[in-house]
């Protein structure tokens, strides 16, 4: 029987506090948290995929007895139709016995996994609230063909640009892709030597920043998804790019290589 719904909801919520709690206190741990978490969820789906598969075996193979021995029950000649009426009532007992147990077991496994099924379903969308919520981007900044360089903290040395260290990743695009809110919150241009275009995201889960952008999109209030702007090659820019940075809780960027990985497939 599934729990109470005010249950479920204590257990939400819960584990969103527990998550704000981990976020708050050890931000440049975001890259592990988010692949223990992810790692996670795969794993409850392949267990998830693994109990369905093995009650499937099951089912097909009490199926398989309860129908054998009502079949041979039915072909078995009745009381005076023998000369040995003792046995085949002893035959038919035992067969009645194995369809008894067959389909009991049936009912009980059926039973348990549905358990076992609805408890790991509702761990998993726990998990997936944690993602949304807190772990990773619901949406690749880029909306098109894009590759991802593992480039943050290199340093950068280039012409008439003072060196520094590199506090993002740069997303490589098409001209005039359009870049995306990653998640829900307030988009807000600015613009400076080195960024050129520039947009800021801000949401509960921390901002994101975006440098070199070609023009700018929807500013305001968006939802995740929403085009905030278009790539491009402003400021400091030698080719179109997005230069992406990821600042959880409104705190030091960390590398968003590894939310990135999750939220960009490269197509």
Not at 63 to 73: A, K, Y
């Amino acid at each position: 029987m599934p729990p109470p719904r005010h249950v479920s909801h204590i257990v939400a919520t819960i584990a969103l506090l527990a998550a704000l709690i981990l976020c708050t206190a050890a931000p440049a741990n975001a890259r592990s948290e988010l692949e223990r978490t992810v790692a996670l969820r795969a794993r409850v789906g392949r267990t998830v995929r693994q109990l369905r598969h093995a009650q499937w075996h099951r089912v097909a193979r009490l199926r398989s007895v309860i129908g054998t021995t009502t079949r041979h029950l039915r072909q078995m000649p009745g009381p005076g139709a023998t000369a040995n009426p003792g046995r085949y009532r002893h035959l038919r007992r035992e067969l009645r016995q194995q369809r008894s147990l067959a389909t009991e077991r049936l009912e009980r496994s059926g039973r348990a996994t549905q358990r076992r099924v609805r408890t790991l379903q509702a761990r998993a969308r726990s998990i997936d609230a944690w993602i949304d919520t807190w772990g990773v981007f619901r949406f690749c900044p880029i909306d098109g063909w894009q590759s991802v360089a593992d480039n943050f903290g290199i340093t950068v040395r280039l012409p008439d640009v003072p060196v520094h260290r590199h506090m993002g990743n740069d997303i490589t695009a098409n001209s005039g892709t359009p870049i995306v809110a990653p998640f829900d919150g307030y988009a807000s241009a600015s613009s400076s030597v080195l960024g050129g275009l520039e947009v800021r995201v801000q949401g509960a889960p921390g901002y994101v920043y975006n440098a070199h952008l070609s023009s700018y999109g929807t500013l305001g209030d968006v939802s995740a998804g929403t085009v905030i702007g278009y790539v491009g090659a402003t400021g400091d820019a030698t080719a179109p790019h997005d230069h992406f940075e990821w600042h959880p809780l409104d705190g030091v960027a960390v590398d968003p290589y590894p939310l990135l990985s999750v939220s960009c497939d490269g197509s």
